[in-house]
């Protein structure tokens, strides 16, 4: 059994735009309860999660954009939800929910580059990989998973980090941090032509991206992903892998259109366990992105969890 952190904070569950929003703080109870009556919760060390600190952030995003989500955070403390995009908005909670998902990455970073654990997985909000250099978008404010890859590259000298993104969203935001930064190889797969429509074929070797049909089921998807990813994965040599773990691919999900289960979930982790354990020393820090189903999502992280687990 490898050791795993489980990395959250009930702050993150105060950032909440809004009781028909689908990225609800419901989210993160969800998958605490599923993973209490799994039994899996005992076999994870609980980290309460720490605010990053602002130049941890600005490795990703330039000061001023960081300094404008703050400042709105700061505005919306005693008031109503301030837009920030189309569908994202910040009130009182959710600056501190969005420093404390950011740092919960790079506090995971640092307990596996320690040995402390071996593998991490981050149950934080809001999430991140829409977020572009200067650019909030699609219920993210900071890139949390960048944070976390820039993290271990400029604190820990790490020289090639692989960030793998399942979501059923194209993760625009990494893409856009990471396009002319061959340290970092991003393989992302997505539901094509869907929102954001951004970033889906910019060009670069380190880029790996994945479009899949509307209607896909998990075959198909295996199919895809086997095909672009691994090879592709085996050759850069990551020293540390990053997953953007959006589980809205799930056949369940109100806002996906792909037609995932479980079991492709545990598929795909045991593939993404293959590949840490060739090149990466096994560590892999899992980050909390989309999720829209509760129960799908509850069901679908015990599976990626206990897959990372029982390795
Ligand atoms: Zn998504």
């Given at each position: 059994m490898k050791h795993i952190g489980y990395?959250?904070?009930?702050?993150?569950?105060?950032?909440d735009m809004g009781h028909m929003h689908p990225e609800s703080p419901m989210r993160l109870q969800a998958i605490d309860t599923r993973l209490q009556a799994q039994?899996?919760?005992?076999?994870?060390?609980?980290?309460?999660?720490?605010?990053?600190?602002?130049?941890?952030?600005?490795?990703a995003h330039p000061h001023q954009y960081v300094h404008e989500i703050e400042q709105i955070g700061y505005d919306a403390i005693n008031g109503d939800l301030i837009?920030?995009?189309?569908d994202t908005s910040m009130g009182p909670g959710s600056l501190r929910a969005a420093l404390l998902a950011a740092g919960a990455g790079c506090q995971a970073v640092?307990?596996?580059?320690?040995?402390?654990?071996?593998?991490?997985?981050?149950?934080?909000r809001p999430p991140g990989h829409h977020a572009e250099k200067a650019l909030a978008m699609g219920f993210c404010l900071f890139n949390n998973v960048a944070v976390a890859a820039l993290h271990a590259i400029?604190?820990?000298?790490?020289?090639?980090?692989?960030?793998?993104?399942?979501?059923?969203?194209?993760?625009?935001?990494?893409?856009?941090?990471?396009?002319?930064?061959?340290?970092?190889?991003?393989?992302?797969?997505?539901?094509?032509?869907?929102?954001?429509?951004?970033?889906?074929?910019?060009?670069?070797?380190?880029?790996?991206?994945?479009?899949?049909?509307?209607?896909?089921?998990?075959?198909?998807?295996?199919k895809k992903v086997e095909t672009d990813f691994f090879p592709a994965l085996?050759?850069?040599?990551?020293?540390?892998?990053?997953?953007?773990?959006?589980?809205?691919?799930h056949t369940e999900d109100p806002l996906g259109e792909l037609n995932l289960v479980e079991d492709d979930y545990r598929w795909i982790t045991t593939l993404i366990n293959d590949i840490a354990n060739r090149h990466s020393q096994s560590r892999i820090v899992s980050i909390l992105e989309g999720g829209y189903h509760l129960g799908a999502l509850g069901?679908?992280?015990?599976?990626?969890?206990?897959?990372?687990?029982?390795?």
């Open positions: 990395f959250t904070h009930s702050d993150c569950m105060i950032h039994g899996l919760m005992l076999d994870l060390t609980r980290f309460d999660a720490e605010p990053a600190e602002l130049d941890l952030i600005e490795r837009p920030v995009d189309g640092d307990r596996v580059m320690a040995g402390d654990i071996q593998r991490a997985f981050c149950a934080t400029e604190h820990h000298g790490l020289e090639r980090v692989a960030i793998i993104d399942f979501d059923v969203h194209n993760g625009n935001g990494t893409v856009d941090i990471f396009k002319d930064d061959e340290r970092v190889m991003v393989c992302s797969s997505f539901q094509h032509p869907f929102y954001p429509n951004r970033h889906f074929d910019t060009p670069g070797e380190h880029l790996v991206l994945t479009p899949i049909n509307a209607g896909s089921d998990g075959l198909e998807f295996r085996d050759q850069f040599k990551p020293e540390l892998i990053l997953i953007s773990a959006g589980f809205d691919a069901r679908s992280v015990c599976a990626h969890i206990e897959m990372m687990l029982h390795d």
